[in-house]
């Protein structure tokens, strides 16, 4: 399953997923937002932007938005929603962008990294995302916090949404969270997997800066929180790409 990205997110994924929608969005973005010095007007890359949630909550807040995502799945259902005309949705894996100083801003949200097995395959991303930037640019980078979700991890659980019964199991194999999940729909059953590998602070602070980056605040939850590694449920980053040289 090391390509589990390229299946995973279907229509199955939308389901699943359907309680991360545009309200919880705002609530994300909102207070994270107000530390990134930004204005209307502005270019942003959502990379990994799924079907469009955040790319439309800056869409509302005056940037010119571009949404990247591997998922056809995933795009054509953005495309179906608010300010779809406004948004430039591209598809993309992540580790092939030849975006150079096209942004004033790109976001990583929802713990779309750490999705390959090879650290360097990994730093790509990071890589990535500082090139599309302008200088002085922002990064936005919002990943799980691995000591909490070590001490917090949940084997098992059970729903059912849309008819459907959703089986989920965790745990955690060789530095890397996997979930397997089940799909039962009128006798069938749909079987996928997701695995992200986990990546502590000091681990990713040393990504970040070899890639180019200036780590301006490490928070660990959407309201700005301070970073605890025991506490917190989040580990998030402001970083920005600044002249060469200056630090």
Same mark, same amino acid.
């Given at each position: ?112 990294? +750490? #999705? =390959?097995?090879? @650290?360097?395959? %990994?730093?790509?991303? $990071?890589? *990535? ?7 002085? +640019? #922002? =990064?936005?980078? @919002?990943?799980? %916090?691995?000591?909490? $979700?070590? *001490? ?21 194999? *060789? ?73």
């Amino acid at each position: 399953m090391e390509n589990w990205y390229k299946e995973h997110f279907n229509e199955d994924y939308l389901r699943i997923y359907k309680h991360r929608n545009d309200d919880l969005a705002h609530k994300e973005l909102t207070q994270l937002m107000k530390f990134v010095p930004t204005m209307k007007g502005q270019s942003l890359l959502d990379l990994c932007c799924g079907n469009g949630r955040h790319s439309r909550w800056f869409a509302k807040q005056g940037f010119h938005v571009t949404g990247v995502d591997l998922s056809p799945t995933l795009l054509n259902e953005a495309q179906k929603k608010e300010y779809a005309k406004d948004i430039h949705y591209v598809r993309s894996d992540m580790r092939e962008l030849y975006y150079k100083d096209d942004f004033d801003v790109v976001v990583n949200l929802f713990t779309s990294f +750490g #999705y =390959f097995k090879e @650290d360097e395959q %990994n730093k790509k991303v $990071l890589a *990535n995302a500082y090139h599309a930037l302008k200088t002085n +640019g #922002y =990064f936005v980078f @919002d990943y799980l %916090n691995p000591s909490f $979700l070590e *001490n917090h991890l949940v084997p098992f659980s059970k729903d059912v949404i849309d008819d459907l019964s959703i089986l989920q199991y965790r745990m955690i194999i *060789n530095n890397t969270v996997v979930k397997k999940i089940k799909v039962e729909d009128n006798g069938a059953l749909r079987e996928y997997e997701e695995r992200v590998k986990l990546y502590e602070r000091q681990k990713l602070d040393a990504m970040l800066e070899e890639v180019g980056f200036t780590i301006l605040h490490t928070f660990g939850d959407y309201d700005g929180s301070r970073y605890e590694r025991n506490v917190s449920p989040r580990l998030i980053y402001v970083c920005q790409k600044r002249r060469i040289g200056e630090r």
